[in-house]
């Protein structure tokens, strides 16, 4: 016949309260001493979670009482809460001990096991659970405002790590394995590779069993282009990590995707290669002039301009001749005298119009938004009375789901074309003679067409050997050549090629 020990305490009790471990065992062999007990082994669980019963300390115990069954008739512990935080461990705890022909005893709560001592029992459990609840429930507004701070709490995804910083957890670039991800999104972008071929590019890079739901998950995730996205909050939330790809990539592969889930055809409109496909003409026929590549002799490839005429026109020029001449020809214009603030007020109310436009069509985006997330709302309302199938609804749900994806991308897209005016503006004085070292030296294809179309309103035509142009720049002319700023150009009655 013995009477066990068990004894746990928690950190934070320890600094709170002042009762160690060593404290409870004493109170606890005091009690069992006043008892008239027998005092048996002694349990000490030290730095184990208390919220489940996985403790190593109660597990041994347990075993002990199972293959003492009939010698263990006594547990004493300092307080019930030590047992289990949770009400139904609890019980299930003390019924199992019981069924074993042990009674647990207190040493600081009512023991005799009356009405009022159950109650006391329940009630101890009960509080146990409740602080558990609380901690839970204080754990999810911590991580809710963690989110609204803009960091991730949960996972950090290929190509991130969690790392420290001022005492927040917080994700940032695993530059090991970023490369998987930006390399995935640049090949989406292109629109020319199949999902499996990504895989196998990545895999051939060193990236082991990507499977194929899992890039899709990757190329849709927010989180890259640093967004959060979470089930709490409506709206996509500004992350403090550092994205691995821009804005501009995550909803091109976004719109991508959807067209490709749509069945449509998506034929490329990226023109980022050839920057003078906009503006330049045929000097010969008038069509357009686009850009292509092929390969040539030795695998090698290389760009060139050429005429769209379905015609046997015969212009065709190395892409880089071409624009080295396009270059040089900007860099030979210069403002006529006095014209520069007239160019300006040109360019600005140019802007704006642009701009009132944007607006409208950003406005008018929104609005079917705001339509979309109704329907969401009214399906919801369906979907709770029962007039609408959960399956149906499905559906229906990811409908909407995409559209106000689509709408996004589209949102986001007319963002990025609005260009601060004032920047713009600045730039333009200070390249106001160097037209051609501005055009070169920006990066942003659309910004580099604003430039073209600055300089020329219209179309410039190429023969092959010079440039012209169907309407004088309203306030250029050539350098060195007041009088004849460039040659008009007219369309030739008879041009075979
Ligand atoms: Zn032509």
Not at 428 to 437: A, E, I, M, P
């Amino acid at each position: 016949m013995e009477t066990l020990i068990y004894c746990r305490v928690s950190s934070k009790e320890q600094a709170e309260t002042g009762y160690s471990l060593h404290q409870q065992e004493q109170a606890s062999k005091k009690f069992i001493e006043k008892s008239g007990f027998v005092l048996g082994k002694i349990f000490i669980e030290s730095g184990e979670s208390a919220k489940t019963q996985d403790r190593t300390e109660l597990q041994k115990m347990l075993k002990y009482m199972k293959s003492n069954v009939g010698h263990v008739t006594g547990l004493v512990v300092w307080k019930l809460d030590r047992l289990s935080r949770e009400l139904y461990d609890f019980k299930s705890l003390e019924l199992r001990l019981s069924k074993m022909g042990i009674m647990i005893h207190s040493v600081t709560e009512p023991n005799d096991l009356n009405a009022v001592g159950k109650l006391s029992r329940n009630m101890t459990a009960s509080f146990a659970q409740f602080e558990n609840d609380q901690k839970s429930e204080r754990t999810i507004a911590v991580m809710q405002q963690a989110c609204k701070d803009g960091r991730w709490c949960w996972k950090a995804p290929l190509g991130y790590k969690r790392v420290k910083e001022k005492g927040h957890s917080i994700i940032a670039i695993d530059t090991e394995n970023a490369i998987y991800v930006q390399k995935a999104f640049e090949m989406a972008e292109t629109n020319t590779y199949s999902k499996e071929e990504i895989r196998r590019e990545l895999q051939a890079m060193g990236l082991p069993n990507l499977k194929k739901d899992k890039l899709t998950k990757m190329l849709n995730n927010v989180l890259y282009m640093g967004k959060l996205k979470v089930s709490w909050f409506p709206n996509l939330i500004d992350a403090i990590h550092e994205p691995i790809i821009t804005k501009s990539q995550f909803y091109k592969v976004q719109k991508i995707m959807l067209a490709r889930r749509k069945g449509g055809i998506n034929k490329s409109s990226n023109n980022s290669e050839f920057p003078l496909k906009k503006i330049l003409r045929c000097g010969l026929c008038g069509e357009r002039i686009t850009g292509s590549k092929s390969t040539g002799g030795g695998g090698s490839k290389y760009a060139y301009y050429h005429c769209s005429s379905k015609k046997n026109c015969s212009i065709r020029t190395p892409k880089a001749e071409l624009e080295e001449k396009f270059y040089c020809l900007l860099n030979d214009m210069i403002l006529r005298d006095n014209a520069l603030k007239a160019t300006i007020a040109s360019i600005t109310s140019e802007f704006d119009s642009q701009k009132k436009r944007q607006q409208q069509l950003i406005k008018q985006i929104k609005g079917e938004m705001q339509r979309e997330k109704q329907r969401k709302n009214r399906l919801l309302d369906f979907m709770l009375d029962g007039t609408l199938g959960e399956d149906d609804a499905k559906v229906k749900m990811k409908e909407i789901d995409e559209n106000l994806l689509s709408y996004e991308a589209k949102l986001e897209a007319n963002k990025l074309e609005d260009i601060e005016i004032k920047i713009l503006i600045n730039k333009f004085k200070l390249f106001s003679s160097n037209f051609g070292d501005w055009w070169l030296n920006t990066m942003d294809i659309k910004i580099k067409e604003q430039i073209q179309s600055i300089i020329f309103p219209n179309s410039v035509f190429w023969d092959g050997k010079v440039f012209r142009t169907g309407k004088t720049p309203l306030f250029m002319r050539l350098s060195g050549d007041l009088n004849t700023p460039m040659r008009q150009w007219y369309p030739r009655a008879d041009s075979n090629g």
